[in-house]
């Protein structure tokens, strides 16, 4: 998901901002051959396994960015012959720094953010990691965070974290109104159903409107894409695109009658334009990640994680976020590996996500988690993505967490559809957004030759 690193929210801006920058990068390109970037062919050196290794990072919250900092130094720590070079950059340039890089000129370890991958192999930014990463490392990822660093059925990418979705509510409010509520995936309210939950707990918030549906950062954009349209598509039945086309995928009668019902609770919605709608009281349901446990935990034991509403095939959520990668043509693809490896730990991924709030990204420490794991607080978000459906068709009734499609077009991808999902929430008919969004991605992967290489 295009999810912040930090509980703050910070990154999933400034993430959404850096998959716009792709889709300007990607638009009328002439494809990997004639791109700026050079060769698509990863050429990697293992090296002598010593040295320094260079690695590239986006600049987060103070609290992560002292996690890494502790992670390299016990990975330094941990052995004298590898020494890393860590180097930060602000959230809103990083994206474009990447793009920007020849292939020679990418450090051998890189930070990125999961709906980039694809657009980053297809320019040849990126190296496949297997035989420089173990493969105890690989195993150990969750399927959901493994589908997400997979293009063309090789792995560029290993993940500390994952990131999930989630209704949060207030048991409180949702006692007064009588509302008996759903804690397995398997027994998500349907959309009607929701809607029924709603006009109950219209009668029992102070200004009538008891949903949060994450306004603040906007629908025409990756959160609308990943954590609003995407899980209702998916949940209804339908896909974003089928066969690398949009048009009869995206403006599907099924994708037109589940949006438009998500749009129709419009009016039970409070914008939440001071972020405080939650924890205030005004709302009792908040629908977004993870990343706001740190704030949402001052509710005590009236904090409830519920599954997003089932509108058919399912509740669904996105999964995946920012995951570590190595350059395509490292020339210490041995040291590398080692360092890529040493994040995977059980000790570094705890680390991590204790400083983030996260949901772990490897099978081990999720298990273990204080959090995420079985009888925690936590364990909805940590089962939805134990619930892996791959890409979106793969879908079943029965999985959960579904990867955001793999295509070097994505950025367009997400442009289209959250501006379509804000048109319709605003009252635009679905069918002629929906219409209008797969026109124009049709358009740009017919530029593209289809970002096939």
């Known amino acids: 998901m295009t999810i912040p690193k930090s509980p703050s929210g910070a990154r999933i801006l400034a993430a959404a901002a850096a998959v716009s920058i792709a889709a300007l990068a990607l638009t009328g390109c002439g494809g990997p051959g004639t791109s700026s970037t050079g060769s698509t062919g990863a050429a990697v050196t293992a090296g002598s396994g010593e040295g320094t290794i260079n690695v590239w990072a986006v600049d987060g919250q103070a609290a992560e960015n002292d996690a890494l900092k502790k992670i390299i130094s016990n990975f330094e720590s941990s052995q004298s012959k590898i020494k890393v070079n860590l180097k930060l950059f602000p959230s809103d340039q990083y994206t474009k720094a990447v793009n920007s890089a020849a292939p020679g000129d990418l450090p051998d370890v890189l930070d990125f953010d999961g709906p980039t991958l694809a657009s980053f192999v297809y320019n040849g930014k990126m190296a496949p990691l297997k035989g420089s990463v173990s493969d105890a490392t690989l195993s150990n990822q969750t399927d959901s965070i493994k589908s997400q660093n997979t293009v063309d059925d090789a792995v560029y990418g290993v993940g500390m974290m994952n990131a999930g979705l989630a209704l949060w509510g207030n048991k409180k409010l949702l006692d007064a109104a009588g509302v008996a509520y759903p804690t397995t995936p398997e027994k998500a309210w349907t959309a009607d159903e929701f809607t029924g939950v709603l006009d109950k707990l219209a009668t029992v918030v102070p200004g009538g409107k008891p949903l949060d549906l994450s306004e603040q950062y906007g629908f025409a954009g990756e959160w609308g894409t990943c954590c609003s349209a995407g899980p209702v598509i998916w949940s209804g039945g339908g896909t974003m695109l089928k066969d690398n086309k949009a048009s009869g995928a995206l403006d599907s009668d099924a994708n037109v ?67 570590w990668g190595m350059g395509a043509t490292t020339k210490n693809g041995a040291a590398a590996g080692k360092f890529l490896d040493f994040l995977m730990t059980d000790q570094s991924v705890s680390t991590y996500t204790d400083a983030n709030g996260a949901p772990p990204a490897t099978k081990t420490a999720l ?44 950025p367009v991808v997400t442009d289209q559809v959250g501006k379509a999902e804000a048109a319709i929430y605003a009252g635009k008919d679905a069918k002629a957004a929906l219409s209008a969004a797969a026109r124009a991605i049709d358009q740009n992967f017919a530029d593209n030759d289809g970002y096939k290489k």
């Open 257 to 323: 009658k589940s949006l438009t019902q998500f749009a129709s609770w419009k009016k039970y919605t409070d914008p939440n334009a001071d972020g405080l709608a939650f924890t205030s009281g005004r709302v009792a349901l908040s629908w977004v990640g993870h990343w706001t446990y740190p704030t949402y935990k001052a509710l005590g034991s009236d904090l409830v994680s519920i599954p997003l509403p089932n509108f058919g095939k399912g509740t669904k959520t996105a999964s995946g976020t920012f995951a």
């Open 367 to 410: 298990a273990a988690s204080t959090l995420y794991g079985p009888g925690k607080q936590l364990q909805l978000l940590g089962d939805q993505l134990s619930k892996a459906c791959g890409t979106e068709d793969q879908i079943s009734d029965t999985c959960v967490s579904v990867t955001r499609p793999v295509t070097a077009g994505y």
